[in-house]
């Protein structure tokens, strides 16, 4: 199986940046990118989950860390690519590179720890090779260890 596992194999989307995106710097705020690569991590599970599986399990944020080089200006576009990293127990590593398209710096890249967790007890489950595999992975190689 090959899903999104690096920049080159990544989910692929594009935001513009908005006048009320803009900080007193002149740039995109730091807090509306860390919005941008939530966007892209809720937008990847919709995109390979449906509605059933959606209301059954949910991803709370654990951690993000974050890096911020090239600003990005009222109404420049940049391209968002999202893939993901090591499952561990019910933790999943998703990375998110935000750039210009053609750039070769990132304007913001991140690694946001999620955590799967059960809708109806609230608590936290094991990403089982059924998930994985919803995003086009192969469990045997995407567990902790092995990425």
């Avoid at 513009?16 to 690569?37: C, K, R």
């Avoid at 990847?44 to 991803?59: K, N, P, Q, S, V």
């Avoid at 968002?80 to 750039?99: C, K, M, N, Q």
Wanted: with cysteine.
């Amino acid at each position: 199986m090959t899903g999104p596992i690096s920049f080159d194999t990544a989910r692929l989307s594009e935001r513009t940046a908005q006048a009320s995106e803009i900080d007193e710097l002149g740039h995109v705020n730091n807090a509306v990118y860390v919005a941008w690569v939530q966007d892209a991590g809720v937008a990847h599970w919709f995109d390979a989950t449906d509605e059933a599986l959606r209301a059954r399990l949910h991803w709370v944020c654990l951690r993000h860390e974050v890096d911020y080089r090239e600003p990005v200006l009222d109404g420049e576009t940049v391209e968002v690519r999202t893939w993901l990293g090591e499952a561990s127990g019910p933790r999943f590593d998703r990375h998110v590179d935000i750039r210009k398209p053609g750039s070769k710096r990132f304007s913001c890249q991140a690694k946001t720890t999620w955590l799967m967790v059960d809708s109806a007890s609230g608590r936290p489950v094991r990403v089982g090779d059924d998930i994985i595999e919803r995003f086009g992975l192969d469990p045997a190689n995407h567990r902790r260890g092995r990425v």
